[in-house]
């Protein structure tokens, strides 16, 4: 190993940290754009998932409604993986 390998390491693995950085700096950004527009409850919830999954890292992800009067909840919207978009549960 050369005395420049190290530093060069290092230079990639800061790249890479900047680029996560930007990456959940912009999912944020689209958030709020989101949450400032209309609220009709099925498409923000979609993109509230999409944004959560990506931030997260995650590859899938869903919502639920909780009814606190009867203790149930009901799924909204679930995301089967980062690849592909959110679809509203049946």
């Not at 530093?7 to 950004?29: K, P």
């Not at 998932?49 to 990506?54: D, I, K, M, Q, R």
């Not at 909840?73 to 995301?79: A, E, G, L, Q």
């Amino acid at each position: 190993m050369t005395e420049v390998e190290p530093e060069f390491d290092a230079l990639v693995r800061s790249l890479r940290d900047v680029d996560g950085a930007q990456h959940r700096l912009d999912s944020v950004a689209a958030l709020a754009r989101d949450l400032a527009g209309r609220f009709e409850l099925q498409p923000l919830l979609g993109r509230i998932l999409n944004h959560a999954t990506s931030l997260l890292g995650c590859e899938s992800g869903s919502i639920a409604l909780v009814n606190e009067a009867s203790g149930t909840y009901t799924k909204r919207w679930t995301s089967a993986s980062a690849a592909r978009k959110g679809r509203p549960s049946r």
